[in-house]
């Protein structure tokens, strides 16, 4: 059975055949065209065969997504040899993933395609077989590099998984083996109560025949390198009784996969600066804030920020929850779920991005079922399990929740935080004193989480 946001159950959702075809090679489509109508025919071509897609017809456009995204196939579609050729080199100057063209121009111009960088190239009128047995071919040669966890980050301690260092107050401090796997475990299950026997079995699998009297001496161990005083804890908390947890909110951070030659970091941060543009010059022609929340989640979909995302704001007519103001890009399933609201309580991530004021960005939302178990179930049933939320702050007052989500293909890069981070501060400054914060004065509601202010210089 599983769990609804209200606590109520329903029946599992059996897996069809369908829902198995391509797990094992995975990855989304980038789809570059010529005319809009042969990108909806080749859309509806790959969806057939449950493949997933973006598609562009602008040059510039689909080397920025290249550079800050890793696709499975990119696939190039056109009948001008110069358009051709020109997408061929600006794609393959941005990614090392595979190109395959397809053509109106006969077989001469192929030669040239496959010298300029594509992996396979074809004529137009493949059928959609063929296709599905391209691209699955070309993923077979290359493989399709998912996102793996790096880094996991929280205020004064960063643990570099693959590295296996980790750095306090910017400090790079010795860890033994032991110590390192206990602190990665208890770092990926963040303000949750670990029993020691759940610490234990992770760790030593049920090596020691004093299991527990093993655990407390190594804590003691890690707590004395981690600055840590157990009267006052700063990152690892006892709980008489029970166990252990980590005490501070964790963030995650993926590695880059990619071995191509990223767009240069000049290249990017002009064209950050131009999307942000681009979403305040659209965020001002939004006459109220459900609007403006609407058009961004939207923008940010299209410009391949994301590929679903939802606006939760603190509900007026219901102190206990968070309701849906906007999203795009999300299943009828997950609609469905939150269309009455999120509970305003621990335990959810949206409420929790409210109730504490900090952004959390998870790789893989699903390893965070115990703190978040009906956002992972969710999020894992529609595909979507990386997942970026920020407060909405407006006045120094948070009054909801911004969320980013993203297939499992993928992990946002630095440059992609910075966007979405910005976005949602920029979604609150455009919309000036007259948002939803604004409701937040009334007596009848709940205080709201109101940040500190800087001290000031003396």
Not at 64 to 85: C, D, H, K, Y
Request: include cysteine.
């Amino acid at each position: 059975m599983s769990e609804r946001l209200d606590g109520s159950e329903t029946e599992p959702r059996l897996q069809s055949p369908a829902d198995l075809h391509g797990k094992s090679a995975g990855g989304t489509l980038l789809i570059c065209v010529e005319r809009a109508a042969t990108g909806n025919a080749l859309e509806k071509a790959f969806e057939a065969h449950h493949w997933s897609s973006l598609t562009v017809s602008d040059g510039e456009r689909a080397k920025w997504l290249v550079g800050v995204r890793n696709f499975a196939v990119v696939v190039i579609s056109g009948g001008s040899p110069a358009w051709l050729r020109e997408l061929v080199t600006q794609v393959r100057g941005a990614t090392t993933a595979p190109i395959l063209v397809l053509t109106e121009c006969g077989n001469r111009l192929h030669p040239q395609l496959l010298d300029l960088g594509a992996d396979m190239v074809a004529e137009h009128d493949v059928d959609d077989h063929w296709l599905d047995s391209a691209v699955n071919a070309l993923i077979r040669r290359t493989g399709v590099a998912f996102p793996k966890l790096r880094y996991l980050v929280c205020e004064g301690l960063r643990l570099d998984v693959a590295s296996r260092t980790i750095e306090i107050d910017g400090e790079q401090v010795d860890l033994s083996p032991i110590e390192l796997s206990l602190l990665d475990f208890l770092m990926t299950h963040p303000q949750v109560a670990l029993r020691h026997q759940t610490i234990i079995k992770a760790v030593w699998s049920w090596k020691y025949a004093d299991e527990r009297n093993a655990l407390r001496i190594h804590i003691n161990r890690l707590r004395k390198k981690l600055q840590d005083v157990s009267a006052e804890p700063r990152f690892i908390r006892s709980l008489r009784g029970v166990g252990y947890s980590f005490i501070q909110p964790v963030s995650q951070f993926s590695e880059s996969v990619t071995t191509s030659t990223q767009v240069s970091e000049s290249g990017q941060a002009l064209t950050l600066t131009l999307r942000l543009r681009a979403l305040r010059s659209l965020l001002q022609t939004a006459g109220d804030f459900e609007e403006a929340s609407r058009m961004l989640v939207e923008f940010m979909v299209y410009e391949g920020a994301c590929d679903a995302g939802g606006v939760f704001v603190r509900d007026d007519a219901d102190e206990k929850r968070l309701r849906l103001v906007a999203q795009y890009g999300m299943p009828k399933s997950w609609r469905d779920a939150v269309k009455a609201g999120v509970p305003l309580t621990a335990g959810f991530l949206a409420a929790d991005t409210v109730l504490s004021g900090e952004t959390s960005h998870y790789v893989d939302i699903t390893t965070m079922s115990e703190r978040y178990r009906s956002t992972a179930k969710l999020l894992k049933a529609a595909e979507l399990p990386v997942i970026l939320s920020v407060p909405l702050i407006q006045s120094n007052v948070v009054y909801g929740a911004l969320g980013y989500s993203a297939r499992v293909d993928r992990a946002f890069t630095p440059v992609h935080l910075m966007l979405l981070e910005s976005a949602a501060f920029l979604l609150s400054s455009t919309m000036g004193s007259g948002g939803p914060a604004a409701a937040l004065d009334r007596e009848d509601l709940p205080p709201p989480i109101r940040l500190a202010q800087p001290a000031k210089a003396v």
